[in-house]
């Protein structure tokens, strides 16, 4: 079998189609358990004055001010762009892995790392623009703290994606790619880690336990959440597109702004500012990932268990 033909049966193969279902229905399943903690994430970072409190009380004040469903506002939009977007990294993860590793022994860090980094840009460069529009969605009718935030008014996504082409042209559809693309770094070291710490625990043959598979997916997320947050923060005021630009448009302009926002942030409120947020983003990330990782591999393992029993009956 020739290498293109092997990429192409890799590429269009059950199996792949199989770990991307599992691991955007985990995402999905996950997401909204933990939901109102990315809603305080996102508000933290948005909106500088608003202090950072514990999670609890920025929770309990949003729920006062805007009611209890405003934890859940943005909610499809967000479960929708996670849905496609875990979809694409983990079709193109494990369409990776089918092609650069034929024998588990084959498996190592610096290769799964690759993985991830190649998944992640296909990722971003495909779904950005859905992340844009939840980003908008999410904090539209928020009660903001600083002032010279202004509120947008959006009937839907499809609303959301023609008044953005309209008013702010194709390109702003793709605000914050940049940071975006440097944080391909947070999912290809969860993964590298995911895959590292799953490969000890089942060394000789052993079953990892969805108690452990929890844990290593919890520790993974939270190494690469903490080590790429400031971005993070920088990545959602880009989204929200009313950060006020002096730069050009083009890749300079676009790490122009990113510099420009991190040292705004530090001048305004020290280093601990770009951290803003971290409790509830790690709160959030490292349950929602944990959770995720538990279903992705429970869904791909009674699919592939069917699967088995299909092929045991066929031959």
């Keep these: 079998m020739s290498g293109s033909g092997g990429a192409a049966e890799a590429l269009l193969s059950y199996e792949t189609l199989v770990h991307a279902v599992a691991g955007a229905m985990g995402s999905v399943t996950a997401m909204t358990v933990f939901f109102p903690l990315d809603t305080a994430r996102i508000r933290l970072q948005v909106d500088e004055n608003r202090k950072s409190k514990s999670t609890p009380v920025i929770l309990s004040e949003i729920a006062k001010e805007e009611g209890i469903m405003s934890l859940y506002r943005g909610w499809f939009p ?29 498996s190592r860090p610096g290769k799964d790392l690759v993985m991830g980094f190649i998944s992640g840009a296909v990722n971003v460069l495909l779904t950005t623009p859905m992340w844009v529009v939840n980003t908008r969605l999410k904090l539209q009718g928020a009660k903001f703290r600083n002032e010279e935030l202004h509120q947008t008014h959006y009937k839907g996504i499809f609303d959301a994606f023609s008044q953005i082409i309209a008013n702010e042209g194709v390109g702003t559809l793709w605000n914050g790619t940049l940071p975006s693309l440097v944080l391909v770094f947070n999912p290809a070291v969860q993964f590298m880690f995911y895959e590292a710490m799953k490969r000890k625990a089942g060394r000789g043959g052993r079953r990892v336990s969805s108690v452990e598979i929890f844990l290593i ?7 690469a959440t903490t080590a790429t947050y400031p971005l993070q923060t920088v990545q959602a005021i880009l989204r929200f597109g009313q950060y006020k630009s002096h730069e050009k448009g083009g890749l300079m302009g676009s790490v ?3 510099v420009d926002l991190l040292m705004d942030r530090i001048k305004r409120n020290g280093v601990i500012g770009l951290y803003k947020g971290l409790e509830a983003k790690l709160l959030q990330t490292v349950l929602t990932a944990a959770l995720m990782f538990v279903v992705y591999e429970k869904i791909a393992a009674v699919t592939f268990r069917m699967m ?3 092929k045991k009956l066929k031959h």
Excluded: E, P, W
């Excluded at 996670?82 to 650069?100: D, E, G, H, I, R």
């Excluded at 997916?217 to 190494?223: E, L, N, P, V």
């Design 256 to 258: 122009r702004n990113v």
């Design 217 to 223: 997916g919890a520790i993974a997320k939270a190494i």
């Design 308 to 310: 088995g029993i299909n």
């Design 78 to 106: 967000v479960i929708s762009s996670l849905c496609c977007s875990n979809f694409v990294y983990f079709y193109t993860f494990n369409f990776l892995k089918k092609v650069m590793i034929h024998d588990k022994r084959q």
